[in-house]
Each structure stands twice: as C-alpha cells, then as structure tokens.
C-alpha cells in the first residue's frame, strides 16, 4: 500500500492510498523492485526517488517532472521508440491503456491512477479498448 500525499489531481493534499500488487515475475515486479530500490539507495526518510548526478551522488531532493521524463524518453529511445512521442505522463497512459485492455473496469482505473473524470480516462483508455467487445471481431471473418 502506497500514500499519495498530494497529486495533480489532490491539490488540497488530502492524500489517497493505493494497491500495488506483487507482480508474477520476479523482474518486473514494482513491489519487489521498490524494495530493492530502498535497500540498496539506504533511503529511510524523505523522498523516495531523486536525483543521481554522474558521480553517483544521490541528492536529498525529489526526483523532478522534468527528470521523469528524461528517464522515460531515454529508455524509449533505447528500445528503439521516438521519445519525441514520450514523457513522465506516458506511465499514467500506458497503465490506463493496458489495464483497459486487459478488462479493467474503468471505475478500477480512475481508481489507481487517481482521475475524477470517467471522461478524461476514457480519452486515455480509448486505444486500449478497440479490441474488447469488438462487434467486427465476434464475425470471425
């Protein structure tokens, strides 16, 4: 369980708390990962993910928007992506999309990513659910 203390969508700071479940692989398991993140950076208080200069120097200051999106245009382009196409939002979407995709309920999603609006998520999860209850693909053509 994580608490977001305040967010875009939390202006007034009243916090909220979500699930982050363990995943099926060991590698791309956000829970585990994070627990290896705390042990191996020695956080035990304030900010969760900062800075790391070219020295491998860690700052006692958050982790900005800004650098967010640096790091998700960086492994983009390193999988062969066009991180013009790319930024920090790009996790929130990408969530919204593949969870919609996978069956989610849209009340889950808003859930997760903390939106207020089922029309604003609805934008994000439009692509993801072209192909769930599609009228064309029940044909079997």
Not at 10 to 22: A, S, T
Not at 41 to 52: D, K, Y
Not at 126 to 133: A, Q
Request: aromatic residues 8%; contains cysteine.
């Amino acid at each position: 369980m994580v608490t977001i203390r305040r967010s875009k969508t939390d202006q007034e700071g009243e916090g909220r708390k979500i699930g982050i479940p363990y995943a099926s692989h060991l590698e791309t398991c956000p829970v585990r990962c994070f627990q290896d993140w705390l042990e191996k950076s020695g956080i035990t208080e304030g900010p969760l993910f900062r800075p790391i200069n070219r020295f491998g120097k860690m700052s006692f200051t958050r982790l900005s928007a800004a650098a967010v999106a640096d790091i998700v245009k960086r492994y983009a382009a390193a999988v062969g992506l066009d991180a013009t196409e790319f930024a920090g939002h790009s996790l929130r979407s990408g969530l919204a999309t593949s969870a919609a995709a996978a069956g989610a309920s849209e009340r889950s999603i808003m859930n997760q990513t903390g939106h207020r609006s089922v029309n604003m998520v609805r934008r994000y999860i439009r692509d993801g659910s072209l192909f769930r209850e599609n009228a064309a693909a029940v044909l079997g053509l």
